[in-house]
């Protein structure tokens, strides 16, 4: 079956600007986690959803960025007037319930310019 | 807070080498405990995962057995393969929904 989708791969923006950034999870998979990854590091917790309710959001690191998911299904991770140091590779990962495997997405590669 | 270590990369090595990397943690308590596996242009893929003390993880080859007193979840694998270039991250939970990912460990197999 199809895995964790993002959408876009890859984004280039400029600083300022709004960036959405989309993730379709495992068909089923009831929870949704969002994680930020900078090069040469590994993964960093920012949010986490239990179907349409954001369970967790102490890993978002100021309130230019909030996450959604409105429906249990799609979740859309936004971030306002962007600066350079927002480049990172925006990872999401999906579980068919709380505390279960957590399966990846491709990532979408984020370039501030 | 809890944290992983990792051992530094990048590590290279020849086609049927015995690969080791070094993971320990810090946690209060007994997380759960997993390897994941980075290959070149894919996203993370579980490799394997050991939820208790003693418990080992195995998957393609690969091996980590979760020591409780010494704090370490080392990745082996006997006989290692072009294939198995990639980067590959330690984790842990605790049973909650956020992971603690490690820096990440570079391997390279040589022909």
């Known amino acids: 079956g199809a895995g964790v989708s993002q959408s876009p791969r890859y984004k280039v923006t400029k600083r300022g600007q709004d960036v959405a950034l989309r993730c379709d999870p495992i068909s089923g998979h009831v929870s949704l986690y969002w994680y930020r990854q900078a090069l040469g590091q590994g993964p960093e917790f920012l949010t986490y959803f239990n179907y349409e309710a954001q369970q967790d959001k102490s890993g978002l690191p100021n309130d230019r960025f909030s996450a959604e998911r409105p429906e249990g299904s799609i979740s859309t991770l936004t971030i306002q007037r962007t600066e350079q140091r927002d480049s990172a590779m925006y990872r999401c990962?999906?579980?068919?319930?709380?505390?279960?495997?957590?399966?990846f997405g491709p990532g979408t590669r984020l370039l501030v310019l | 807070g809890d944290s992983v270590t990792q051992m530094e990369g990048p590590v290279t090595l020849s086609e049927e080498a015995f690969l080791t990397i070094n993971c320990t943690y810090t946690?209060?308590?007994?997380?759960?405990l997993f390897w994941y596996v980075q290959y070149p242009g894919e996203g993370l893929q579980l490799l394997l995962k050991a939820t208790k003390a003693d418990d080992k993880g195995s998957n393609k080859g690969f091996e980590a057995t979760y020591r409780k007193e010494t704090t370490s979840f080392h990745l082996e694998k006997g006989s290692v393969q072009v294939s198995d270039s990639a980067v590959y991250f330690c984790a842990l939970n605790f049973g909650n929904e956020k992971l603690t990912f490690g820096t990440g460990t570079r391997l390279t197999i040589i022909p």
């Open positions: 990962a999906s579980s068919l319930r709380r505390r279960e495997t957590q399966y």
């Open positions: 946690a209060t308590g007994y997380p759960s």
